[in-house]
Nanobody, 125 residues
């Protein structure tokens, strides 16, 4: 079963920049989709961004569209999330996830069931 490990979280000032990484190991076949999710204190889990295994099809949640960038390096089995000009509202636990399920209606509608341990991101004003 694929194993996901995130890194790159921490504290950043609003308007700064931060890059999260998610390295996959124990891969026997490439996941169909990779995604980043986040959960703020007292709130439910929110889908941030997804990318198809080919790297070309990407989805962004409305709250991060135009500010965050998801990218995929298949040679390194790593997916990245670049946070450009984050805001305090972007604070939360960020987790990457993998899906081997169908993605006929886009990766954003695929079933993600493999998770990393999560990485805290704190944006200060």
């Amino acid at each position: 079963r694929v194993h996901l490990v995130e890194s790159g979280g921490g504290s950043v000032q609003a308007g700064g920049s931060l890059r999260l990484s998610c390295a996959a190991s124990r891969i026997t076949s490439r996941p169909n989709c990779m995604g980043w999710f986040r959960q703020a204190p007292g709130k439910g889990r929110e889908l941030v961004a997804t990318v198809h295994r080919g790297g070309g099809s990407k989805y962004y949640g409305d709250s991060v569209k135009g500010r965050f960038t998801i990218s995929l390096d298949n040679a390194q089995n790593t997916v990245y999330l670049q946070l450009h000009s984050p805001k305090p509202d972007d604070t939360g636990m960020y987790s990457c996830s993998a899906s081997y399920g169908p993605y006929d209606y886009g990766c954003e509608n695929s079933a993600f069931d493999i998770w990393g341990q999560g990485n805290q991101v704190t944006v200060s004003s």
